[in-house]
Nanobody, 121 residues
């Protein structure tokens, strides 16, 4: 099994910044893509950003130029640097990884429990 622990959420004013972290642990054989999703109040979960094992990143149009995803493969950790935050960025942010454990041939998708980001004056 793979456990994901997110941190870094909180309350920030519009225009401010936050950095989310998500550390993966457990019997990990390898991690492929890592990413961040979010669910705003009353809305469906949406993709925010993903990053491949090689470092190639993709972003939702709504966060391009403001958010940066990165990863530290040695620490099995993915980060989301969020700048110029807007009230519409308010959501629960979930970490997501595609990983293979040491006791399986298959790559599975794992989710964190989420961390709340609130952007408000």
């Amino acid at each position: 099994q793979v456990q994901l622990v997110e941190s870094g959420g909180g309350l920030v004013q519009p225009g401010g910044s936050l950095r989310l972290s998500c550390a993966a642990s457990g019997s990990i054989f390898g991690i492929n893509a890592m990413g961040w999703y979010r669910r705003a109040p009353g809305k469906q979960r949406e993709l925010v950003a993903t990053i491949t094992s090689g470092g190639s990143a993709t972003y939702a149009d709504s966060v391009k130029g403001r958010f940066t995803i990165s990863r530290d493969n040695a620490k099995n950790t993915v980060y989301l640097q969020m700048n110029s935050l807007k009230p519409e960025d308010t959501a629960v942010y979930y970490c997501n990884v595609d990983a293979r454990t040491s006791d399986s041939w298959f790559v599975m998708t794992y989710w964190g429990k989420g961390t709340l980001v609130t952007v408000s004056p």
